[in-house]
């Protein structure tokens, strides 16, 4: 960013105690102007004092019922088999528990839940399927997952059986279905409201939050025929790309359990990746859709804000996503196991026309059909490194193997040059927490629970505890739609329809290690179109070699860089990010089908 005739200085803000100290530019009109490009990506270390009192006598007891009513509500004639599992020691062993399933499951059940969602919405509506069906069949499908991955946060089993019972009656009484996802299992990220249930969004101090009715987004899909049968985990403070919470701790990677599946979308990564739930839905405010999609082997798609409603959610801010704030919007949005499912949810959601009496947030566009581009029709650059943090070793290869591919089927791919990355992701670091944390601080008061150490790291971000004032608020916001026009005016001189970017600097991480977002944080600010997808490249220690004379430019990719294990990354998959311009998600998913196609011959 420039400015007229800056002077540089310096001052020093106490808020709550915490120091802070911060580079910013005045002006002659009195305003503060801060030079992105030297301000740091985070501020001081939170003033936030655990209560282990509190936390013990009148909150772990909660925890524990919690925990008991999971344990309960799980089927145990489908749990794997112990002699399966023997020696196994799912936290830190390289275990793959993708290939469980077919060990354990019977023919049908291994065949309904190995099927697509938009075939199973199919085959339910011709007669083929009951509802009961495959609502069972998943249930045993989700019963493995969740006993591998820890992947549930509430189990509804019951209820979805029941659901699914009476969606069938339906069907056999009038031969109709009562919408285009009729009978079809759908998991649900926790932190959305549920009606009747408790919605705690990692927070301990939410576990006495029942919600009285569904967030807008629950109602839409049951009245589009979803059947509801499990609700997933997410880490607490939604601040993470992993998935840790005080109330069910860990959930694991199905390709490699020791791993992270990502987050804050954990469980539903974790879901999808293990087959046990045909369509997922998650959230994103800094790539949690994305990064459990890319770290799980799925698909996931981040719209543009304002597509799919965020009514009704808990969430780290004061409005607890009742609404979207005017820092950086939080999406909502599918994840599945192949692009026409993406397509799946999406035409049935805007079909639906929820803004006309749901939601006056969302903008009022249906979905619009548009053609398959042609290959020779797409113009794709390919993002190698965005100028901060290099990405590892399997990250770089898929990159050049999917370009390559793209190429070959006549493409016209080009390399593109990152534009002024870092400066990005400190304006969207700092719109994160302008309010000082505020909100999040006062949840974690109420219980006193013990920080995580990524939720310590995220109430830095930005200017940590310190709380901008609203000129200061408002700089940061102006900052955000000058950058939004940059990008707009860049793809347009640089003639491209899409990028390919990697989704994170590397595969699944190991637990509670990653502190870099730029790779997704950067389309959140700009609000741009997202689709996260297998690049059908896996890491492979033999060839991705860490190159240990790397020198790295900075203090992020440092961090980063050394996070990099070829030997515990092995067999991953390596999950890439399609960009498209804004509100261009029938656009997007179109070019993503045409993609997946040549990467996958």
């Known amino acids: 960013m420039t400015t007229d005739s800056p002077v540089s200085t310096a001052y020093t803000t106490y808020h709550k105690g915490a120091h802070v100290n911060t580079n910013h530019k005045a002006h002659a009109d009195g305003l503060v102007h801060f030079d992105h490009a030297t301000e740091p990506l985070y501020g001081a270390e939170t003033t936030y004092q655990e209560n282990p009192e509190l936390y013990q006598t009148e909150w772990v007891p909660k925890i524990n019922a919690y925990r008991q009513a999971i344990v309960d509500a799980i089927p145990k004639e489908y749990l794997v088999p112990q002699e399966l599992l023997a020696g196994v020691d799912l936290d830190n062993d390289n275990f793959n ?7 354990v499951l019977d023919e049908e059940s291994l065949k309904i839940t190995e099927s697509t969602a938009t075939e199973l919405v199919a085959k339910i509506a011709s007669g083929e399927y009951t509802s009961v069906q495959v609502t069972t069949a998943f249930i045993k499908r989700a019963t493995i997952a969740h006993q591998l991955t820890n992947c549930g946060m509430e189990i509804l089993f019951k209820e979805g059986l029941a659901r699914a019972k009476e969606l069938d009656e339906i069907f056999a009484k009038t031969g109709k279905t009562v919408g285009p996802l009729h009978g079809l299992p759908v998991s649900l990220k926790e932190h959305y409201y549920f009606k009747g249930r408790v919605t705690t969004g990692g927070y301990v101090c939410n576990l006495t939050n029942v919600t009285p009715e569904h967030g807008v987004t629950t109602l839409t899909l049951e009245e589009l025929g979803a059947v509801f049968y499990i609700r997933t985990s997410n880490p607490q403070s939604l601040m993470h790309l992993c998935s840790y919470n005080n109330i069910t701790g860990r959930t694991r990677n199905p390709w490699n359990t020791s791993l992270s599946p990502g987050g804050s979308s954990s469980g539903e990564g974790a879901i999808s990746g293990m087959k046990a739930a045909p369509l997922s839905v ?19 798609l981040k719209p543009t804000t304002h597509r799919i409603s965020m009514a009704g959610g808990v969430g780290g801010g004061e409005a607890a996503y009742n609404t979207i704030k005017e820092g950086v919007g939080c999406s909502m949005g599918p994840m599945a196991n192949s692009v026409e499912d993406l397509e799946l949810f999406m035409k049935a959601y805007l079909d639906s026309e929820p803004w006309v009496a749901k939601d006056q947030q969302l903008i009022p566009v249906p979905w619009r059909e548009v053609p398959v581009p042609k290959p020779q029709e797409l113009t794709i650059g390919i993002v190698y490194d965005d100028g901060v943090v290099k990405p590892h070793p399997p990250v770089v290869r898929a990159l050049k193997e999917v370009a390559a591919k793209l190429k070959a089927a006549g493409v016209n791919v080009v390399e593109w040059e990152s534009y002024e990355v870092y400066q990005v992701a400190e304006i969207c670091n700092v719109l994160y ?49 000058s950058y939004r026009q940059k990008y707009q005016d860049l793809f347009n001189s640089r003639g491209v329809d899409f990028l390919i970017a990697p989704t994170y600097v590397g595969t699944a991480p190991k637990p509670n290690t990653v502190h870099y977002w730029g790779y997704t944080s950067l389309w959140n600010l700009l609000d741009q179109t997202c689709v996260t997808f297998p690049s059908r490249v896996f890491a492979d220690k033999n060839i991705d070699v860490k190159d240990v004379d790397y020198k790295p430019r900075n203090e992020h990719e440092e961090y980063e860089y050394n996070l990099y294990d070829a030997e515990k990354s092995h067999g991953s998959p390596v999950g890439l990010t399609l960009v498209g311009r804004r509100y261009t998600e029938e656009k997007a998913l179109k070019a993503m089908k045409v993609i997946d196609e040549i990467i996958s011959a």
């Open 433 to 481: 927490d302008y309010d000082g944390n505020y909100s999040s601080l006062k949840k974690f008061s109420t219980s006193g629970e013990p920080l995580a150490e990524l939720t310590k790291h995220a109430l830095k971000f930005g200017k940590g505890d310190y709380s901008l004032s609203v000129r200061e608020a408002n700089f940061y916001v102006n900052s955000r739609e």
């Open 282 to 300: 998650g959230t994103d405010i800094g790539g949690s859709i994305r990064a459990p999609a890319a770290f799980c082997g799925g698909f996931g």
């Open 97 to 103: 528990a993708t290939l469980i399933p077919a060990k």
